[in-house]
Each structure stands twice: as C-alpha cells, then as structure tokens.
C-alpha cells in the first residue's frame, strides 16, 4: 500500500472510529436523571453476567431512543408503559398495558414486566397540610375549593391534562401555569398548595410531601419497563429480566434523590443499589479530571465539526459554481438548501437515526446539511457580484471557461466565499453541542448533564469551551481570509474605505 | 463597469477593411457598443460574423487573434499590471523568456515605465491602467484591434496625449483596427472610414469629407454640427 492509500484508509477508519461499537450490548438512556440510573444498572446487570455492555447516556427524547431502537444503534432502553401507549403505540389506541407486548413484537421489540415502580403524574401538597385538612385523595381536593392550585404548564396545556382531570374528579379550583422546578420551592414556602408532580421525584421525600390517592383511576399508568431488541442474546434478556420488580417507587426516589439532590453519580448511586439488594460487585469508575474531559470533549468536537466542514466545503462550492452559471439551476439549488437549514434539528437527528445510527454519524451529517447553504449562498454571491466587464475582458482574451473560472472569477469571489464558509463554521461549532444528546459527544455532552442535573458549573464546563473554540475558530478563519485575499483588492478595498 | 443596454440591430451587413482603423459612432443607444460586442463574440449573433472571409466557429480560436479594450481598461484587479498583460501568453503555455521579451517591446510601444508593471490596478493612474489595457490586447500579437470608448474615462490632457499615442501605435503596426466612439471627432483624428450609427442601424458610412459634403440623411448633418457647437 502506498503513501495516499494509506492516508485514505486512515482517514476512513477515522470517520467510522467514534461510531464503531465498543460493546456487544448497547444501552440507551433518555435525557433525564431516572432514566439514566436505570440505564446504568441495565448496564452493570449486564456485566455483571459476563456480557460486553456499554451505555450511551442522556440521549434526547422517546422519539430518538425509539428511532435509535428500531434501527439497532442501541439494544436496550428504559421506558414507561403510558408513553409506549400514549406516544409511540398511539395510533394503535391499546385498551391497556397487557397490549403492549404483542404490539411492540410487531416491531421486533421485547418489553419485561414492570421493574417496579412508576412514574406517572400525580397530585402533591405539604403532608402536614394535607393531614390538617384530612385530604388523603383527589377528591378530597375538590371539597377545598380556596386552595391555590399551580401546574406545570405542559399539565395544564395537554388535553388529559388539568381539565380533564377537573372534569373527571369536578375539581373547582382555576389553576395557574408554574416551572415545575419552581413550583416544588413554591409549595414548600407555602405559595401554592398543590401541585402537580412526578410519583419518582425526589423533593417529594425531602420536601416531606404526599402524594394525592388518584381514586378515581384518572391517570393511566407509567410503569417502568425495559425494551430490547428481540434479536437480543437470551443471557442479556435474562439478566434485564432479573431486575423487574426489584425496584420500588421508594427505592427509585431515593435514587434520584441521591443524584439530583446530592450530586452523587448516577453509575455509584446504580452500583450501590445492585450492591446492597443483588449482591453485585462491579468496580469504581474513576472520573476523568477536568483538564482530561476537556481535552477529550475538545477533540470530539473538532471532529464532529471539521469532518462535517470538509465535507460541506466539498458539495457545496461546486453547488455554488453551478448556482452562478445557470439561474434556474440556482434557485433550484438555493432552495434547496435554504429548505434543509428549516429543518429543526430535532427533527433532522430523528430522521437520520434510522439511516445512521446514533452518534457521531448523524451530527456530522447534520452539520454538513446546515453547514452547505452560507457555503452555496455566498459562493454564489461572490461570483454573480463580479462585473460583468471583467467576464467580458476575460471572454474576450480567448480564455476557457475552466480557466476564467480558475484565474479570474474564484480569485475575485474568494473574500465572499471565505465569509460563508467562517459563518458556517461558527454555527457548526453551536450546532454540534446538540450532537451530544444523540450520543455525539463534545462540549454538549456536560450542557445537557448540566441542564438534567441544575448543575450551573456543568453546563458552564460546556458553554464556555464552545463559545471560546466558536471565537477561536472566527478568528482563525479571519485571518485566513486576510491571507487568501489577493493583494490587488486589498487595495481596492483600502481606496474604497479611504 | 457595467456596459448599457443592449440595442437590437437592424438588419446589417458591414464590411472592416483590413490593416486600417475603421471608426463606429454615434449617440447613445445607436448600437455601435453592441455591433463591437457581437464582432468580439460576447453576444450571440443573429447573422454570420466572417472573420478572413471565413463564418467563425469556434469563438475562442479568432479571440486569439482579437485584441479588445475597453473603457478604464477593464483590467482584473487582483493581478498586477505585469500579470494582466501576461495572463494569455502565460496561460498558453509561453516560454518565460519570451513573455518578458513581448512584454518589455509591448512596454516600450506603449512607453510604460517598469515600475508601474509591478503595480496593482488600482495604485495606476487612468492613463496608465489604458497603457497596460493596450499592451494585454497586444500580447498576442493579433489581427485586429477592438477598442470600445478607450478614452472616455480620461481627462483632457491624458486623453490628449494617449489619442496622439494610440494613432501612432496603430500605423506603426497597421492592425485592423475598429474602434467605438460617440465623438466624431475622436473618429476623425483615428480613422479614415467612419460608420454612423442611429438606433441599431447604420446611417452612413465613408470618410469624413464624404459624410460631411454628401450626407445621406439630415440626421448626418445634424450630429456633425451638434459636435462643432461644442
């Protein structure tokens, strides 16, 4: 193999390195506290029965993990029995949750029974409160009708939501739209006096609250499940298996306790608990130091950024040529591109995930798509802004096309080129921290621990790189440009400012 | 430098006779821009363009043989003066000894100094930028000459003093040379064979004596008193 073959495997390996799998099994988690302990112990059971397990943590929302799922880029996944009915199954409307395994068998997807706790909505007030005013369930409720009701306003929005539940237990009180994170603080200095919660959150320990009995069966159930792929090896089944059951609604709040009001990691919190009730010995994980987490996110993200870069410079300056040559090729192309910098970026990772997993593929794949209209745009701009004399002149010396192209019009086009490609890169650098909640890595990986955890310092670990490399690489790009600028229109430009 | 609208052209047939200067004019909007451009190629023609009696096929073979200036000399701005007379030549694939050659005789045709060769465009003078317009037209040594306004941009004592450069360039050479211009006298002092153009059509044509003592229409009469009165 000669030296540019050995560049271009080299270079091959390296793109497919991040997304290749490091394990046998591969756990998903979605991006909130629970569901990321719950991963963690799927993960350990694993391991600890001998199997290759890896976890891929806080990856976004059900439409990602499910995507993720189906297309095989994770094996198994927490999730709850309400939202497999109500979001993911629900055009199916099933009766119950004893649907649920036939349904998703359709899909090649196996389902355990309950691990033992749900996490469904509910109804808190003080204890102390409830008890002075004997209010044990919801209907107790409605005989207080001065009582100040504040709901979290996705609650008060969704149509099974506060009306419903209004309607179903005659609640007469006028709820008001509150932060669930802020509504916990304002129930506990006693602003509100009811609120709506999740049966697993933690403040309800220690903010000593009770729960509301739903005596009138208002609100389906979230039991907590596992899904795995069905292809999944029969020891890994066996092992997920063994954990249904094993974890009550106590014992899960105590856990997010432990994490999201102590700051313990979610892995020792898991391995403390497979420890105490299964007898699970699995080693301390060892936290890398900042400066280690840095330098590793810090690669991660200029990989994610210069593939997608590379890439994008490749399609769309040659898009931008051809936008210049022919204008109804050129709105074709401009629209085109435009069109794809309007898809959400949620949006855009669901619809990759089944083509490329999850990862480092689909970011890359997304940045390029962002990255090609600033490109396109501007390479268009450059060349459609030179006059038309200086075409004209350089027709009329006999030169070709190709060579016009290369002496005369890339040459003049190249500041307007260079100034969209830095802006493309600058959002590139933004963008990618969105990778991290489809299991890119990067500076998003602590933003989005650090939204899940209220951890300010985390999500700073996070922001400030990131706006510091988007500053870097602005500079840089700068820099290029004066140096690629030729020196005739630096002239021009000094005579035109002067 | 935008150029103006194009004029449709009347039906026409016209002839250059080699080896001389031959002098399109007229108002604005006559069409004499256009009939220069569509003689250099850069607009599609309805007719036959024949070039040494031949119909032109492939448009860049007869541009090598085409030089063409234009007003304040449409030179490429981030190349030097040296790099734009040179850009062709370079491009064919020229030996270096005989780009500097051309270019130094080209340099002592146009008396161009050196120095101003290593310069951008924008650092020359107006003067200066139509010199070195002149010597990349005449790089190739070409056939004919296509000028279009070369001296408009320029102010009286340049313009002056380039005209009388320019006429003694061109018999020095004796090219075939056609140049566009709106002043008649401009015509008269380069050309023994004036074209008068009125909206895409042409009026009249012959030498001066002959336009001014036989006009063909009052329209001739009118534009070379319109030009005494000035």
């Known amino acids: 193999m000669n030296g540019p073959q050995r560049a271009l495997l080299a270079c091959c390996l390296l793109i497919l390195a991040p997304t290749a799998r490091s394990a046998d099994i591969t756990i998903g988690s979605k991006n909130f506290t629970e569901s990321v302990i719950v991963g963690d112990l799927a993960q350990q059971s694993l391991v600890d029965a001998g199997l290759s397990a890896e976890h891929r943590r806080q990856l976004g929302g059900t439409r990602i993990l499910w995507e993720a799922l189906l297309a095989g880029a994770i094996d198994v996944y927490p999730d709850y029995t309400g939202t497999l009915r109500f979001e993911i199954l629900a055009s199916e409307q099933l009766a119950d949750d004893s649907a649920l395994p036939a349904a998703l068998a359709r899909y090649g997807v196996g389902m355990t029974r309950s691990l033992g706790f749900e996490n469904s909505y509910a109804i808190a007030m003080r204890a102390d409160q409830a008890t002075e005013l004997g209010i044990r369930s919801i209907t107790d409720l409605a005989r207080h009708p001065s009582l100040r009701v504040a709901l979290s306003n996705e609650f008060v929005d969704r ?19 509150l932060d669930h994170d802020l ?17 697993t959150d933690p403040q309800i320990e220690s903010l000593s609250l009770k729960l509301l009995r739903d005596d009138r069966d208002f609100f389906p159930s979230y039991e907590a499940v596992f899904l795995y792929r069905q292809s999944l090896e029969p020891a890994a089944i066996a092992a997920l298996v063994k954990l249904a059951g094993m974890i009550s609604t106590d014992d899960m709040r105590a856990m997010n306790s432990a ?36 330098w590793a996110r810090t ?20 898009l931008g040529i051809a936008a210049a040559r022919s204008a109804r090729l050129g709105t074709i192309i401009t629209s085109v591109t435009g069109l794809l910098q309007t898809i959400p970026s949620l949006a855009l990772f669901v619809l990759l995930i ?15 798509l962002y990255s090609l209209l600033p490109i396109v745009r501007n390479t268009h701009a450059g060349l459609a802004g030179i006059p038309a004399s200086l075409l004209d002149s350089a027709d009329a010396l006999g030169l070709t096309r190709a060579a016009r192209l290369r002496r005369i019009e890339l040459p003049l086009a190249l500041p307007t080129i260079m100034a969209g490609i830095k802006t493309a890169a600058v959002i590139a650098v933004g963008l990618a921290t969105l990778g991290a909640i489809i299991g890119a890595g990067g500076y998003g990986q602590p933003i ?51 | 430098m935008k150029f103006g609208a194009t004029t449709a052209l009347q039906p026409t047939d016209i002839r250059f006779v080699p080896s001389a200067t031959t002098a399109l004019v007229g108002p604005s909007g006559s069409g004499k821009s256009t009939l220069l451009r569509v003689l250099a190629g850069l607009i599609p023609a309805n007719g036959t363009v024949r070039f040494a009696e031949a119909p032109v096929v492939d448009w860049r073979a007869v541009r090598l043989k085409l030089g063409y200036v234009i007003q304040d000399g449409g030179l490429f701005p981030h190349l030097t003066a040296a790099e734009n007379v040179t850009l062709m030549a370079r491009e064919l694939g020229w030996p270096a000894d005989q780009i500097a050659a051309r270019s130094a005789e080209l340099a002592e045709i146009v008396g161009l100094p050196e ?19 002149i010597m990349r037209a005449l790089m190739l040594d070409p056939e004919v000459v296509l000028l279009d306004e070369p001296l408009s941009a320029l102010d009286p004592i340049t313009r002056a003093r380039l005209a009388q450069e320019l006429r003694r360039i061109f018999s020095r050479l004796s090219k075939t040379v056609i140049l566009v211009t709106h002043s008649l006298r401009e015509a008269r002092f380069f050309a023994g ?24 229409e009052p329209f001739v009469s009118e534009f070379i008193a319109a030009e005494r009165t000035l």
């Open chain 1, 183 to 199: 509504a916990y603080e304002a129930l506990a200095s006693r602003q509100v006096d009811a609120i709506d919660a999740y049966t």
């Open chain 1, 259 to 294: 994490v999201q009001l102590e700051g313990r990691p979610e892995r020792a919190v898991a391995a403390a608990f497979l420890n105490e009730r299964l007898g699970l010995q699995n080693e301390a994980v060892v936290q890398p130091g900042l400066v280690a987490r840095l």
């Open chain 1, 299 to 318: 690669l991660e993200h200029l990989y994610l950024v210069g593939i997608a870069m590379a890439a994008a410079l490749l399609v769309a300056l040659p």
């Open chain 1, 448 to 498: 989005i621990t650090g939204i899940r955890l209220r951890s300010t310092r985390l999500i700073l670990e996070g922001a400030i790189p990131a706006a510091v490399l988007a500053l870097a690489l602005q500079g840089a790009m700068e820099l290029l440009e004066r140096w690629v600028t030729p020196d005739g229109l630096k002239i021009r430009q000094q005579t035109a400012d002067g």
């Open chain 1, 354 to 368: 089944p083509l490329l997993g999850i990862g480092a593929a689909p970011t890359i794949a997304a940045l390029f």
């Open chain 2, 193 to 216: 064979h004036i074209v008068l153009m009125r909206r895409g059509r042409i009026v009249q044509q012959g030498s001066y004596d002959e336009l001014e003592q036989a006009p063909a």
């Open chain 2, 115 to 133: 120095a101003p060769m290593a310069r951008f465009p924008a650092e020359l003078s107006g003067g200066q930028r139509q010199r070195v317009s």
């Open chain 1, 159 to 177: 149509a099974d939501g506060w009306r419903a539940l209004a309607a179903a237990y005659e609640l007469p009180q006028r709820p008001r739209g």
